[in-house]
């Protein structure tokens, strides 16, 4: 007998912010294998986008590549009618841009008081502002259509708190609570809307680099917190994410996930 794949998107069209690369990019990939219409692939750097984009038709699904800054509605606006046009509207929307926005790296730095104000706009633009305005271009799609899945991609910083990265903290619990009053006006529309809270993933670095840091005293006390002792990888990320998309969770919304092999923090 064949296997029947229990998650399955139902041929929606899904789009992916911040998907040129690591989990973003292995969302985009892990939606693909599921039965969807198609997949748009955003980030704010056009080539990243593209190469995702790429593989995603290399795997026989059609793909859009539709670069902006999350924090561009005009721009975002756009993009929707683009994808509209070339790949049916986008029912399906992951929320994974974040960090501290285009071009940015995201390192602790001082504490909240010592910071200047000047660096607070990159985390919300991109992981507040972000978030509420692709869930104000494409939820329009949504109602029409009467089905329809948000996935946010949020942190543990934010639900459980992170010194010398309170902004970007901030922006993401931020996010949680608005993806709940969101679930609650969409529940009608058979459209859900949950939250992903992640901890730290593997760091993008080559793997001889990696084995360094892992030997270091601080790779150990900070694994020490996990149940699973490992940083979390994209493909975890995309797992969930693909469930959440899927039919089999149309009686999920309004929930924010932990996604952090156990995680405890230190007191
Ligand atoms: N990496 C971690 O340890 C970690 C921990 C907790 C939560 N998260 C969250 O998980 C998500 C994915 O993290 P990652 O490590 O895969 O990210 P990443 O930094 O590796 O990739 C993010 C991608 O998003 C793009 N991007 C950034 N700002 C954008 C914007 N304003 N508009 C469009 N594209 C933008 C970047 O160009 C990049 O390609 C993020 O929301 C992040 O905040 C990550």
Not at 180 to 200: D, F, M, Q
Request: net charge negative; glycine share 8%; aromatic share 8%.
């Amino acid at each position: 007998m064949e296997a029947r794949d229990f998650i399955d998107l139902g041929g929606q069209v899904a789009i992916v912010t911040g998907a040129g690369q690591n989990a973003g990019r292995a969302t985009a990939l892990e939606l693909a294998r599921h039965n969807t219409g198609g997949i748009a692939v955003n980030d704010f750097v056009a080539e990243r986008a593209e190469a995702v984009a790429e593989e995603v038709r290399a795997l026989g699904v059609p793909a859009l590549a539709v670069p902006f800054d999350v924090g561009d509605l005009d721009a975002i606006r756009a993009a929707n009618a683009a994808i509209s046009a070339q790949l049916g509207p986008a029912t399906i929307l992951v929320n994974n841009a974040g960090m501290a926005g285009p071009n940015a790296s995201i390192r602790p730095s001082q504490t909240f008081w010592e910071e200047d104000p000047a660096n607070w706009e990159r985390y919300l633009r991109t992981n507040l502002y972000g978030v509420y305005n692709c869930c104000y271009a494409f939820i329009p799609n949504m109602v029409e259509a009467r089905r329809g899945r948000i996935v946010t991609i949020v942190s543990d910083s934010g639900r459980i708190g992170e010194p010398k990265l309170a902004v970007y903290a901030s922006a993401k619990a931020g996010a949680q609570g608005f993806v709940r009053s969101i679930a609650k006006e969409l529940g009608r529309y058979n459209a859900t809307c949950n939250a992903v809270s992640l901890s730290a993933l593997m760091p993008d670095m080559p793997e001889e680099q990696l084995a360094e840091v892992m030997q270091s005293d601080h790779a150990k006390t900070m694994m020490s917190r996990y149940t699973i002792r490992r940083y979390g990888k994209s493909s975890d990320v995309a797992g969930l994410v693909t469930f959440l998309c899927s039919n089999a969770a149309e009686w999920i919304t309004g929930q924010t996930y932990p996604l952090n092999g156990g995680y405890a923090p230190s007191m």
